[in-house]
């Protein structure tokens, strides 16, 4: 049977020593971790929204899909997950590639239903949800492409970190929300996941609300988020909104996209080869003009036999071979910018370009949509008319707790999320908000 021993008095105070050097090592430890958090600059996080063609999407194909493009497609169909959007590889001198990314980035409205859907067998997903990484080189092969590089580089030089005071949220542009009463399966997930970051962001940073900066559609599609969260929860997590080059009112090029197809700047892509695909998505409706920024008479797209004014998309949209849109563009895109979109009721700094030619109105030589129409220029940033960039300055300056309009001269509507004077300006109004 072992004996007790009690340790001897050398032993005794080695132990003694080894307690002592643990409890300073703890109290090193503890100082380090107080002074390195008290150091550190006091953040509110910011959540990036990007704009339309900025973001990453993936798909796979199941046994249900059929590809409408070439036999080479069919031969040769793709397993497991692929990257869909931005695909240069696939997209550049390759008509067939250009064809699938057609078949495969379509959607179809079902009446039945009230819902977009993607076309059969296909499945997407927006992968890095959270992070900036899927938008800040959208085609991953290609660094020298990116329209958000340069701002995450700005945020990244005044201290902001991806995933700790630095979020992405991104999402599947092809979509969008409706009005209340029609349902949105995809855009209402993107929200439930949006509330959830700027929430979490939010608490990984002291509990300060966030900054909200977007960009293009984006600003559109977070302004829907905002005033669809009760005004308390508005007030408590968002510090500050920062929509860059948000078309408020649509665009008069809206029109002529449904007319042309969409060739997502890409240049190497004929748009006509899109436009069966750009007319398939809920987001092609969104940015059609707003009657009550453009007028109910002023005429935007004129033919030798009438004109179509934003009070006449419906007519519009037929005579362009567009019918089936009129059904969902009456119920779910119009109920929504009937009226000019609604203060958020939190801080709000719209950054806009201005000074570039921008069509405003265009004129086809027949009576038809055939040839190319001779365009009518105003301003805008080339892409957005400046009406529908300030359309919501009146109201917003009037009802909302801080409003500011910057306008920024002889910028585009992608330049000006790389130009240095747009980004200084967004810079200045994410530190102003301490």
Known sequence: MARFRFPSTHQFMAIRLVRWRIILLILVVTAAALWWSSSRPRMHPVVLVPGYASNELDARLTELYRPGCGA?????????????????????????GVRCFADQMSTAYDAAS????????????????GSTQSFRHPDPDRRDFSYMDKLLERLEGAG?????????????????????????????????????????????????????????????????FLIRQPLAWRRRFVRHFIPVAAPWGGLVLGMQALISGNNLAL?????????????????????????????????????????????????????????????????????LFKELPACPMVPVTCVVGVGVATPERMVYPGDDFEAMPGMVIGDGDGLVNLASLVAVEPEWRRRGPYFRMVKVDNVNHTDIVVDDRALGIVMREIRRAK
């Open 114 to 129: 009230d819902d977009y859907y993607n076309v059969p067998g296909v499945e997407t997903r927006v992968p890095f949800f």
């Open 160 to 224: 902001y970190r991806d995933g700790e005071t630095m979020f992405g949220a991104p999402y599947d542009f092809r979509y969008a929300v409706a009005p209340a009463g029609h349902p949105s399966r995809t855009g209402t997930a993107f929200f439930t996941s949006l509330k959830s970051l700027v929430e979490r962001a939010s608490q990984l940073n002291g509990d300060r609300p966030a900054i909200i900066v977007t960009h293009s559609y984006g600003g559109m599609l977070a302004h829907q």
């Open 267 to 335: 240049p190497f892509v004929d748009p006509g080869a899109l436009r069966k695909e750009y007319r398939s998505l809920q987001s092609s409706l969104w940015p059609l003009p707003s009657a009550k920024v453009f007028g109910a008479g002023q005429p935007l797209v004129s033919t030798k036999r009438r004109n179509y004014s934003a009070g006449d998309v419906a007519d519009f949209l037929g005579d362009i071979g567009f019918g089936e849109g009129v059904g969902p563009y009456e119920s779910r895109v119009l109920p």
């Open 72 to 96: 080479r497609a069919r031969k040769g169909k793709k397993t497991g997950w692929f990257r869909l959007f931005l695909n240069y590889t696939a997209l550049h001198d390759d008509p067939d």
